[in-house]
């Protein structure tokens, strides 16, 4: 059971370049959610689907997009990387009745 | 808005000795989950236990224990004669929304706990 898989691990990205951070989940969870972890600031919610089609802003939408096209499916698109989105990004999952279990992380830099 | 505030950032002790992270936290909603996760060094977030409101029974499992006070909004968690394994970021969360409760999580900004040898 791989449970959240994110893709890739790390990324380096040259200011300005776009790229799509992948995560997928095998629990058949309904919510699925995109985090920031920042030094000293926990971690913060970008954007989050409560099921396939349906997507919302969390706290820090700006420079992220989502699309939900699938249950097990969630990219997080960066559309003109910037340094200020240098980050560990963790993809979460979670149904109803449990707790959020969460992908790996993808640590990116953007220089 | 939520909010989540654990005031310790880092905590510092020798092994065996008892700790015990603080977390407040603020919501005008009656029902909502409480949660801590540990980050050990490695970086993955490891669930440790939710709590919904309506639960305010305290909680143990082997070393660890959580004391949940809605009077005082807190959910502190405790570890018992700390190892030096337990060394990790531990963070609490909170959710306001019914029963999704684990789908939009406000989180502390985190204490990092090291146990010395």
């Known amino acids: 059971n791989a449970g959240v898989t994110q893709t890739p691990k790390f990324q380096v990205l040259k200011t300005g370049q776009s790229m799509t951070l992948q995560c997928a989940q095998d629990m058949n969870h309904e919510y699925m959610s995109w985090y920031r972890q920042d030094p000293g600031m926990g971690l913060r919610l970008i954007h989050y689907?409560?099921?396939?089609?349906?997507?919302d802003q969390g706290e820090v939408p700006n420079g992220y997009n989502v699309s939900r096209s699938t249950t097990e499916d969630f990219p997080l698109r960066l559309l003109s990387a910037a340094p200020s989105q240098t980050s560990v990004y963790f993809c979460a999952s979670s149904s109803s009745y449990t707790e959020a279990f969460f992908g790996q992380g993808t640590r990116l830099t953007v220089v | 808005a939520q909010k989540v505030t654990q005031a310790q950032t880092e905590i510092s002790v020798v092994e065996k000795e008892d700790v015990t992270l603080d977390c407040v936290y603020e919501?005008?909603?009656?029902?909502?989950?409480l949660f801590w996760y540990k980050q050990p060094p490695s970086g993955e977030l490891v669930f440790l236990i939710r709590r919904n409101s309506f639960d305010e029974q305290n909680e143990i499992s082997g070393r660890y224990s959580w004391n949940f006070q809605k009077s005082t909004s807190s959910f502190n968690f405790t570890i018992t004669a700390s190892q030096v394994v337990d060394s990790a970021v531990y963070f609490c969360?909170?959710?306001?929304?019914?029963?999704?409760?684990?789908?939009?999580?406000?989180f502390g900004e985190g204490t990092q706990l090291t146990v010395n040898p």
């Open positions: 969360a909170l959710s306001e929304f019914g029963l999704a409760s684990g789908s939009r999580l406000t």
């Open positions: 689907s409560v099921g396939a089609g349906i997507t």
């Open positions: 919501t005008r909603d009656t029902t909502y989950y």
